[in-house]
């Protein structure tokens, strides 16, 4: 199923470097879902570890009353500091969404550190989608090279090629999640891709995503630790760039068809909104658009014919099968 691709030699590729075009890509393809069982990259591997990042505790029956004492005055979704409470919402908002949702899939976009990834495996866990990282699937394609490898050893554009071929081998399959790299809103092509599903945008500031990637180590995102000083603030040094990545980027992410918010409120103000509280908000703006769209279309199939009652009733007098009612009864 895999296209082969030519990789480009400007832009870094020197003479005499080898071309590996098609035959990275076409592992990259062996990695998609219906392979998954026996790829590296296997899908149920990814939903086990899920069991161990922070999750609703447990999803009980949704309780009449909610009891919001002792939480944070003013928080606009109060139930998500209380995880017994936001498991009752997860699964509220879970059931309603999941039949009308009809398997179309979910891509997450976002600024590096948005938790594309760290959302984007408990969401398929709750939806029971399979889910799939367009970082890591570059990276198992070429040996489990990391990402700030291949951009050193092959070069930004050969990287921008493999993720817009994976994303276009992923687009026609259903029940997925799937997390992309920062950049992939950049192509056009993408959109057309990623548009077949519903695209949601994690939207965070740059100070929290700065203090994040920093934690990471800002080695391991290329194009924030390139040309970093040695010994500066790497924080800092992460903010300048994400900020002056995010002033170019901004307009391809407002593509999106969904927008989350990543703040956090209370004892969460500085670390941003958990994991499973970003979670939950996504579930409902998803269900919020898919509702919406599900009314449109109902609202569309709501029509009469104007005249339909004198239709009923006309002869067609000049044909032959004048004196027939167009009911198909016989005229008296
Ligand atoms: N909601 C969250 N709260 C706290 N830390 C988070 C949250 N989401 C992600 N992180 C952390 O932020 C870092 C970046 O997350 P990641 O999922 O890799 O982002 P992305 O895929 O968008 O680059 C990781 O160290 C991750 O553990
Ligand atoms: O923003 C970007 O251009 C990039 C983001 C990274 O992914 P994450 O957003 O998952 O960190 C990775 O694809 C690469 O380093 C380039």
Not at 318 to 324: H, Q, T
Request: proline share 5%; net charge neutral.
């Amino acid at each position: 199923m895999s296209m082969p691709m030519q990789r480009p030699m400007a832009g870094g590729a020197r003479a005499g470097q080898v071309q590996r075009s098609s035959a990275a890509l076409r592992s990259v393809a062996s990695q998609v879902p219906f392979t998954a069982h026996r790829a590296n990259f296997s899908s149920k591997r990814v939903l086990r570890q899920d069991a161990r990042v922070e999750a609703p505790s447990r999803v009980v029956v949704v309780r009449a009353e909610a009891d919001l004492t002792g939480l944070t005055p003013g928080h606009p979704y109060p139930w998500e500091e209380d995880f017994d409470l936001l498991g009752d919402k997860v699964k509220e908002v879970t059931d309603q969404l999941l039949p009308d949702l009809r398997g179309c899939n979910i891509w997450l976009v976002g600024m590096m550190g948005s938790g594309k990834s760290t959302v984007g495996k408990m969401l398929a866990n709750t939806l029971k989608y399979a889910f799939f990282d367009t970082d890591s699937v570059i990276e198992l394609a070429h040996d489990k090279k990391p990402v700030s490898q291949i951009f050193a050893e092959e070069g930004q554009d050969y990287f921008r090629q493999c993720e817009s071929q994976i994303i276009k081998e992923l687009s026609p399959y259903r029940n997925l999640v799937i997390s992309t790299g920062g950049g992939a809103v950049l192509k056009p092509q993408n959109w057309g891709y990623m548009h077949l599903g519903i695209v949601a945008w994690l939207n965070g500031d740059t100070e929290l995503l700065a203090r994040r990637v920093a934690k990471d180590g800002i080695e391991k995102r290329p194009l924030l630790a390139a040309d970093a000083p040695e010994g500066a603030d790497m924080q800092q040094v992460a903010k300048t760039k994400l900020d002056a990545l995010l002033e170019d980027r901004r307009k391809y992410y407002e593509n999106a068809d969904v927008v989350v918010t990543l703040e956090g409120y209370g004892k969460d103000l500085e670390d941003g909104a958990p994991t499973a509280a970003v979670m939950y908000r996504l579930l409902t703006a998803i269900n919020d658009k898919v509702q919406a769209k599900k009314r449109e279309q109902a609202e569309r199939m709501n029509f009469t014919i104007e005249g339909a009652d004198q239709l009923k009733t006309m002869r067609t007098m000049d044909s032959p099968a004048g004196g027939l009612q167009l009911d198909g009864n016989q005229a008296p």
